[in-house]
């Protein structure tokens, strides 16, 4: 039976705020998390709903045999640190072992990598019939995101932790003539009504309409391009 460290739990809450601080407008990238951070600065940080609900969300993922309260409890004070939740998590959560594949007589790690992951993603109900090591990771990742980083992370923590995300230009202008045309229909409506102030707002959406047709300026899902070099980082890792 595998157990993880604080480390490893410490490294997956790491995954997961550069995810979201990537594609979360909420969640500002450049802070640090480290075992000193309160329980309530990462909350903040990452902007993570209440305590019970977190907790739920946690001792699911990890599939944890202790009561659900203790960790309720655990993240309710918010002067707590992540150590205390890393330390909790890795004193209770069993973490999956990861075995090589017998490929003609030779033992193939990254194939018991692969076939460990899908497993795990049908499990959580996602069709995986059509994803194969030469897949995209961006497509699988738009559709999958909170899933293949939950599952990537607890199979190998650190190997998904590079996330990079710009709009095109088309969806930029879309997004601010957008923002423009609401702030001028609160004008309108709190003054004399003027037909024109509401002429970004059409406008704006059209653009983004238009723009989401388009590929990102930039979209870096881990640093990596299909599935296989996706298992090849998490084989990197798990050395």
């Known amino acids: 039976m595998e157990r993880y460290t604080p480390q490893d739990i410490l490294q997956i809450l790491i995954d997961f705020y550069n995810c979201q601080a990537a594609f979360d407008p909420e969640v500002e990238p450049g802070h640090h998390l480290s ?17 019970k609900k977190l907790a739920k969300c946690y001792h ?32 209770n959560a069993v973490r999956q072992e990861v075995l090589p594949v017998n490929i003609m007589g030779t033992n193939c790690m990254s194939a018991g990598i692969f076939k460990s992951l899908i497993n795990n993603l049908k499990q959580k109900g996602i069709d995986t019939s059509g994803i194969q090591p ?61 037909w024109f102030l509401l002429l970004p707002l059409p406008a704006g959406i059209i653009l983004l309409i238009i723009g989401r047709r388009f590929k990102p300026k930039k979209e870096v899902i881990g640093g990596y391009d299909t599935i296989r070099d996706l298992i090849l980082g998490m084989q990197a890792k798990l050395k």
């Open 134 to 194: 030469s897949s995209g990771i961006v497509p699988i990742f738009n559709k999958h995101a909170g899933t293949l980083l939950d599952e990537v992370s607890k199979l190998a923590p650190g190997s998904f932790t590079k996330f990079e995300y710009e709009e095109n230009r088309i969806t930029k202008w879309g997004l601010g003539l957008t923002l423009t045309g609401i702030f001028f229909l609160f004008i309108a409506l709190a003054s004399h009504f003027y």
């Open 60 to 91: 699911d993922s990890f599939k944890l045999n202790t009561l659900v309260s203790e960790l309720e409890i655990l993240l309710s004070y918010s002067k707590n640190t992540l150590s205390d939740f890393c330390n909790y998590i890795a004193d």
């Open 35 to 51: 075992f000193q951070t309160t329980i309530f600065e990462w909350r903040d940080i990452c902007d993570l709903i209440e305590p």
